[in-house]
């Protein structure tokens, strides 16, 4: 069965600071990738997806298929990045898609 | 952007009774909804997938007679949690996909006395 894991519950870093949110998955086949992020108070937001190859926000992941995972990175923390966040894995296509979560990583910035 | 609006945000109700939460796509049409659970400090449990104009797919170990869905048109899924038990407590979340990436309500904290 699919899964998605995260490590760190909860990672503290000062701001300016790199910072890496750890993110591995397990599935044979083609995986569709996300990361959520939800502010303090606030409902649940796409950051980005690996298929876009984007850079929100300052952060980036890459998708490596060889260790099956897709790490969040930003090289310089903000105070304002402090959240939480998610990886998600989606699969099947249609009424079968399935967006399967983390356990999510609780990022402090600290000033 | 593509928007879910959920209600009620909050709702307490008595042990026995039901409680119906409804998720909207605002701008965009969704013939899939999902309904999440959230307990305190952990990740969100897929309950149940909501498909328009056919029955809800549940996840396992979700009793779909206690957690009755109804996706009647493109845009309004409700989940109606049925006598509700203190047990039921919880935030619940749903979403709505749009494109290739899921949208979320709000979310919905029920508390059940």
């Known amino acids: 069965a699919q899964r998605v894991t995260q490590p760190e519950k909860l990672l503290s870093v000062f701001k300016g600071a790199p910072v890496e949110l750890k993110c591995n998955y397990s599935y044979s086949g083609s995986p569709e990738l996300f990361w959520y992020v939800q502010y303090s108070r606030q409902r649940l937001q796409l950051l980005l997806r690996h298929i876009s190859r984007e850079s929100i926000k300052g952060f980036t992941a890459d998708l490596n298929k060889g260790e099956t995972s897709f790490h969040l990175k930003k090289p310089f923390a903000q105070e304002e990045d402090s959240a939480m966040y998610y990886c998600a894995l989606g699969l099947g296509g249609g009424s079968n898609y399935k967006l399967t979560f983390g356990k999510g990583t609780l990022l402090t910035v600290n000033p | ?113």
């Open chain 2, 1 to 113: 952007g593509a928007v879910v609006s959920q209600h009620p945000s909050w709702v307490i109700c008595k042990s026995g009774t039901s409680v119906k939460i409804e998720c909207r796509s605002l701008d965009f049409q969704a013939t899939t909804m999902f309904w999440y659970r959230q307990f305190p400090k952990q990740s969100l449990m897929l309950m149940a997938t909501s498909n328009e104009g056919s029955k809800a797919t549940y996840e396992q170990g979700v009793e779909k007679d206690k957690f009755l869905i109804n996706h009647a048109s493109l845009t309004l899924s409700t989940l109606t949690v049925t006598s509700a038990h203190p047990e039921d407590s919880s935030f619940y979340i749903c979403s709505a996909r749009g494109g290739t990436a899921l949208h979320f309500g709000n979310g919905t904290r029920l508390t059940v006395t």
